[in-house]
C-alpha cells in the first residue's frame, strides 16, 4: 500500500515534466463540473400534468422559477421498485414487482461503487425509517412513518447491506419522520439531519439521495401534500451553505407517472445556483437513465450499462452549459472552455484560491524570459507570418497548462452573461515591447493597459456594494480583466480590430449594471501584487490578455402561466378531439359525451401549457369515428402570464378523420 501511495505522487510529477506547453498547444482541457454537490429528491406517482397552480403551487412555481424538462420520462410501469432500481444502478435488473429487499438482493455494480472509486462522497436520507441504519433490519422491511422499503434502493444492493460503514450511510432524514397522514401542514424537524450536514462543506456529501415517506411523496396523497413538504424543506436547501458557497444543484423528480408508462412525462426540475432560471425545455426525451449519464459525466464516472451510457445527458438545464466556441481572435489558435468566473476563484480569495483553483497557476512563460512582466503580454503565435514583432519568443501562451494538482486544465477560457465595472484607461504605459514579445520599440502610438473589472450578476447582485474584504462571497463572483498594451500595439486587440476593439467596449459598457451584459474570452494570468486590494477582488486572477468580446445575447424569460382558449364546432363526442403541444399530451376533449355541442360553436380553456423557448407546435387531432360530420376550431388564442397574447388565429379551419390543424409559434 506505500509502494502504490508513493508511485501515484510521482507518476503525476513525471508526467507534468514532459508535457510542457509547447507540445500541446490547442488541446481543449476538459469541462469543469457543472456541479459538486446534487441532491436527489424523490417523488411518486403523479403525471406532471397534475402539477399545477392550483393542485401544488408551491412546486409549480418551483418548476416555473428554475429549469425544468417538460418531456422526461421513465422506465417501467410494472410498480415503483424497477424505477429506483434503474436509476441507481442503469437497469430495472428483471425486476417486475414492488417486493421488499430480501425477495431481490442485488449483486450489481451501481451508483455507489462508482462515487466511492472516485473518491466522492454520499449519502441517502429516509424520512420515516424505523430504524437509525439498513444494517440492523430496519430499513428492509416497511415500517416507521410509511416509510416504503421498496423506495429504498440502497437497501437492495448487497455490497451496501452487507458493509456496515456503507449501510451508516442511509440515514433517518430527520427528526421527524415526516407527515403521518395527508396533511398540508408539515411538522417540525422534517429533513433537519441533512439540513444540518448541509451547513459545511465537511458534513456534506457529493451526492445526496433524499426520500419522502409516504405521504409526503404525494403516493398516497394528492399533489398539494407534496408541494407543502417541498415548501417546507426546498427553501432552507437553497440557502444553506453548501447551496449558497458551493457548486451545488438540487433535483426533484417522480419514480413514475399513473402506472401507463409513457408517454406521460413525469415533473422534473433543477434548482440551485448551478441551474438555469425561467427555463422550460421539452425539446429532448430524458429519463432516470439520462440523470445517471448526467452524474457520470459530471464526475467522469464509467457508465452502469448500455442504458445509461447511450443516455443524453441533461446539461441543457445547468446555468454554465454553452456551447463551444471557437477564438474570436484570429491570433489565438485556441479552443475556449466556457466557464463561470467562480470556477476559476473556486470560491476563494487571496492565496487560498491559487492553491485550491483548478486553473492555477495560470498562464507563465516557459521557459522564463529574462526582464518580461509575465505570460500575460505574450502575444499568441499569430495568424500569419510575420504577425509577432521582430524577436518576439515563440511558442507563445498555450491553451493549457498542466496546474498545480498534475491535472491537464483549460486556461484560454470564455466567460458569458456578465456585467462590468467602469473602464480604467492608459494605465501602464510603454513605448516597448516586453522582452518576451522581442523587446523592440512598439509602433508609434500611445500605448496603454485599459482596465476593469466583470462580475457575475448571479452571485453579485450589487457591484457597487460587493467585495467589501476577503472574507465577502461576493468576491468569488468578480474578476479583473485587461486590454495589454503589447496585443493593441501588434495590433492583436485595439481600434483596429471588431472583435477585441477597446473603444468600443468603453462606449457600450454600463457600469454595475446586471442586464447590459458581455461575454469575454481571454488568457487566465495571476498577478499575485494586488491581493489586498478591493478594486481587484482580493485576489489575483486576472483575464490578460482579453483577447474578444460580445455583446451577450439577451432573450426574454418564459412568462407563465400560458392559457388556450378557443371555440370548437360540434365537439359532442367523448375524448372525440385530442390536443398536443410539442408532442405531449394536453387534453382530450369534450371529457364527457356532449350531444348539447351538435352543430354548435363551444368555448375552450386549456390552462398552463408546457410552453419552450423556440418554436412551439401545437395540433389538433380528431378520433378515428363520428367521421361523419366534418368539425371545425376557430379562434384560437394563446396568452401569456401577463397577460399577453402571443398567438393568435381566428380562422375556422376544418377538423376531421382524416384532416389534423397544426399551429406554430414561437416564444
Given at each position: ?14 508526467l ?55 418531456n ?19 437497469s430495472?435488473?428483471g ?16 451508483i ?32 416507521g ?5 421498496h ?50 462543506t ?11 415517506n ?17 415548501q ?14 458551493q ?45 445517471l449519464?448526467?452524474i457520470e ?5 464509467a457508465?452502469?450499462t ?30 475556449p472552455?466556457?466557464?463561470r ?5 473556486n ?8 492553491n485550491?483553483?483548478?486553473y492555477s ?34 511558442p ?11 491535472q491537464m ?16 484607461y492608459?494605465?501602464d ?27 457575475d ?132 376533449l ?7 355541442n ?13 410552453v419552450?423557448k ?22 384560437v ?6 397577460p ?13 378523420c382524416?384532416q ?8
Open positions: 500500500m506505500k509502494l502504490f501511495r508513493i508511485l501515484t505522487l510521482v507518476i503525476p510529477i513525471i507534468s515534466s514532459l508535457l510542457v506547453p509547447s507540445m500541446i498547444p490547442r488541446v481543449q482541457a476538459a469541462p469543469p463540473h457543472e456541479f459538486d454537490y446534487m441532491i436527489w429528491i424523490m417523488m411518486e406517482n403523479h403525471d406532471l400534468a397534475d402539477i399545477s397552480s392550483s393542485s401544488a403551487p408551491y412546486q409549480y412555481n418551483l418548476a416555473n422559477s428554475w429549469a425544468q424538462s417538460t422526461f420520462q421513465y422506465e417501467s410501469n410494472a410498480g415503483s421498485l424497477p424505477n429506483y432500481i434503474a436509476a441507481t444502478s442503469g430495472t435488473q425486476i417486475i414487482d414492488d417486493g421488499n429487499p430480501g425477495s431481490h438482493p442485488l449483486s450489481v455494480t451501481n455507489v461503487d462508482r462515487l466511492e472509486g472516485a473518491g466522492l462522497t454520499w449519502k441517502a436520507y429516509m424520512e420515516g425509517m424505523p430504524s437509525t441504519n439498513i444494517c440492523n433490519g430496519g430499513g428492509s422491511t416497511d415500517g412513518t410509511n416509510y416504503i422499503a423506495h429504498d434502493a440502497f437497501a437492495y444492493y448487497t455490497d451496501i447491506t452487507g458493509n456496515s460503514a456503507r449501510c451508516a450511510k442511509v440515514v433517518q432524514a430527520g427528526t421527524s419522520g415526516g407527515a403521518s397522514s395527508c396533511t398540508t401542514s408539515m411538522p417540525s424537524g422534517l429533513a433537519r439531519t441533512l439540513l444540518s450536514d448541509l451547513g459545511s465537511s458534513t456534506a456529501s457529493n451526492f445526496i439521495w433524499l426520500q419522502p409516504n405521504y409526503d411523496n404525494s403516493h398516497d396523497c394528492s399533489p398539494n401534500v407534496g408541494s407543502a413538504y417541498l417546507a424543506i426546498v427553501p432552507s436547501i437553497l440557502s444553506s451553505t453548501v447551496f449558497t458557497t457548486k451545488a444543484v438540487l433535483l426533484i423528480t417522480y419514480d413514475e407517472g399513473h402506472d401507463t408508462c409513457c408517454p406521460d412525462p413525469i415533473y422534473t426540475v433543477f434548482a440551485g445556483p448551478q441551474a438555469k432560471t425561467s427555463y422550460s425545455s421539452g425539446a429532448n426525451t430524458y429519463n432516470h437513465y439520462s440523470i449519464k448526467t459525466t459530471n464526475w467522469g464516472l457508465s452502469l448500455s442504458n445509461d451510457g447511450g443516455a443524453s445527458g441533461m446539461t441543457e438545464f445547468f446555468a454554465s452549459s454553452a456551447p463551444v466556441s471557437g477564438s474570436w481572435n484570429p491570433n489565438v489558435a485556441c479552443t472552455q466556457t466557464v468566473i467562480s470556477d476559476i476563484t470560491n476563494m480569495t487571496g492565496t487560498r484560491s491559487y485550491n483553483s483548478r497557476p495560470g498562464i507563465t512563460e516557459n521557459p522564463p524570459v529574462p526582464s518580461s512582466e509575465g505570460a500575460k503580454r505574450w502575444l499568441s503565435a499569430g495568424a500569419v507570418p510575420g504577425a509577432t514583432p521582430p524577436g518576439w519568443v515563440s507563445g501562451p498555450s491553451c493549457v497548462i498542466n496546474n498545480l494538482h498534475g486544465a483549460a486556461s484560454f477560457v470564455e466567460i458569458d452573461g456578465v456585467g462590468t465595472s467602469g473602464m480604467t492608459e494605465t504605459c510603454s513605448t516597448a515591447y516586453d522582452s518576451a514579445n522581442g523587446g523592440g520599440a512598439q509602433p508609434a502610438g500611445h500605448w496603454c493597459d485599459d482596465t476593469f473589472n466583470i462580475f450578476p448571479s452571485l453579485v447582485s450589487n457591484y457597487g456594494t460587493s467585495c467589501t474584504s476577503a472574507t465577502d462571497p461576493t468576491c468569488y463572483g468578480r474578476m479583473h480583466l485587461e486590454f495589454d498594451q503589447d496585443w493593441m500595439a501588434a495590433g492583436y486587440c485595439g481600434p483596429s480590430t471588431s472583435y477585441c476593439n477597446n473603444n468600443t467596449l468603453a462606449q457600450t459598457i454600463n457600469p454595475g449594471s446586471s442586464t447590459t451584459l458581455f461575454d469575454f474570452q481571454g488568457f487566465i494570468f495571476w498577478d499575485p501584487d494586488h491581493l489586498t486590494a478591493n478594486w481587484h477582488s482580493f485576489s489575483g486572477w486576472e483575464l490578460h490578455a482579453l483577447t474578444g468580446w460580445k455583446s451577450h445575447p439577451v432573450t426574454a424569460p418564459l412568462n407563465p402561466p400560458y392559457k388556450l382558449t378557443f371555440q370548437g364546432y360540434d365537439y359532442d363526442g367523448a375524448y372525440e378531439e385530442t390536443l398536443t403541444l410539442n408532442n405531449q399530451l394536453l387534453a382530450q369534450p371529457t364527457v359525451d356532449s350531444p348539447q351538435a352543430g354548435i360553436y363551444v368555448s375552450f380553456t386549456v390552462n398552463n401549457l408546457p419552450v423556440g418554436t412551439n407546435t401545437l395540433v389538433f387531432t380528431h378520433a378515428s369515428w363520428d367521421c361523419g360530420v366534418t368539425d371545425t376550431t376557430k379562434n388564442q394563446i396568452t401569456d402570464g401577463a399577453t397574447v402571443i398567438f393568435s388565429d381566428p380562422t375556422a379551419r376544418p377538423l376531421s382524416t389534423s390543424i397544426t399551429y406554430t409559434f414561437t416564444v
